[in-house]
């Protein structure tokens, strides 16, 4: 049965009121991001000259945003259209960029979480946990409680994959961008695009990527995307 025409028109207002709120609070997001894009971008990505201009701008307490705008138009990242902030991977790009960098890390420990189970000890499940954020411990848990993880030994023993011994926050971050970006989520004009500057301008992703199936990544990403809201506080998450 059809509700009442007056029923049924506030409904529609709640309903698109929040999508609405949703879409502000990852442009939002998303801008903020963008803006403070000399803040935060690996330095090897701008000429000396530049990197000297920004420098000199910060220092006398005026906006980089005009010049952070007219790089990232000339490296090939405008901003995204309205309608890609409606996919769920936009959730991700609105996060502050800490957090952003937490759930790259979230992402790759996904993908070894084989590895990361008999791997992790007292001593290091501090460090990962900070890596993960402040609820870090609380997505170790989901880590560990995730089932159907990939088969990883092959990819170490045959392509080259270097064991959780020899990373650190960034190399484990970048696995995490690369997995999202094998999966189709991160090619410009996607808001996941931009975090492509928090890592160095020739930084290439891990030769054993090529060995992994893109659609799983996808789906898998999604999944770890979904977990999200459990792991950051609510004042800096933009939800669905």
Request: proline content about 7%.
């Amino acid at each position: 049965m059809p509700f009442p025409p007056e029923v049924q028109q506030r409904r529609d207002s709640e309903r698109y009121g929040s999508v609405a709120a949703i879409l502000a609070a990852r442009l939002i997001g998303y801008q903020r991001n963008r803006i403070a894009l000399f803040a935060w971008m690996d330095r090897g990505w701008l000429p000396d000259s530049l990197r000297k201009l920004a420098d000199d701008v910060a220092a006398a307490g005026e906006s980089t945003s005009r010049l952070a705008h007219a790089w990232l138009a000339t490296a090939g990242c405008p901003p995204p259209a309205l309608d890609m902030f409606r996919d769920d991977e936009a959730r991700l790009a609105a996060l502050p960029i800490e957090d952003a960098l937490s759930a790259m890390c979230l992402r790759a420990l996904h993908f070894r979480r084989a590895e990361l189970r008999y791997w992790i000890d007292r001593d290091s499940r501090a460090q990962v946990a900070a890596w993960l954020g402040e609820r870090g411990f609380a997505a170790l848990r989901w880590l560990n409680e995730a089932g159907n993880p990939p088969a990883i030994d092959r990819l170490m023993r045959d392509h080259g994959m270097a064991p959780l011994d020899e990373l650190d926050m960034s190399s484990l971050a970048w696995e995490g961008f690369c997995l999202f970006d094998h999966a189709g989520l991160c090619e410009p004009p996607s808001p996941l695009g931009l975090l492509r500057f928090a890592w160095h301008r020739d930084a290439r992703p891990p030769a054993w990527l090529a060995a992994c199936d893109a659609a799983r990544q996808r789906d898998d990403g999604m999944a770890v995307i979904a977990h999200l809201p459990d792991f950051y506080q609510e004042h800096t998450w933009s939800s669905g």
